[in-house]
Nanobody, 114 residues
């Protein structure tokens, strides 16, 4: 299974972006998926996850601003990001899980200018 992200861009503070992740198979409906991010000089961190049953969980800094969703028919995972601020600047990665191992996408850059 391969994951391909898209949608990253340069955006002004207060703006919105929607990231998309397309899987080569029906992995999100089976295993769920998540979005993670890594800022320069920092460790990769969880942003939002959704499990196979549709339960979602968000990191505290993004609660109320970001929304994770999926389209099982299209094998897509999305991250709607609103009210972006400079602290959201990072490379965003899509992830899912197969037989206990994590599959990562290549990442997409999100840069928020203040």
């Amino acid at each position: 299974v391969q994951l391909v992200e898209s949608g990253g861009s340069l955006v002004q503070a207060g703006g919105s972006l929607r990231l998309s992740c397309t899987a080569s198979g029906s992995i999100f409906s089976i295993s769920g998926g998540g979005w993670y991010r890594q800022a320069p000089g920092k460790q990769r961190e969880m942003v939002a996850v959704v499990n196979s049953g549709g339960y979602t969980n968000y990191a505290d800094p993004v609660k109320g601003r970001f929304t994770i969703s999926r389209d099982n028919d299209k094998n897509n995972l999305y991250l709607q990001m609103n009210s972006l601020n400079a602290e959201d600047t990072a490379v965003y990665y899509c992830a899912s899980w197969v037989v206990g191992r994590t599959i990562w996408g290549q990442g997409t850059q999100v840069t928020v200018s203040s």
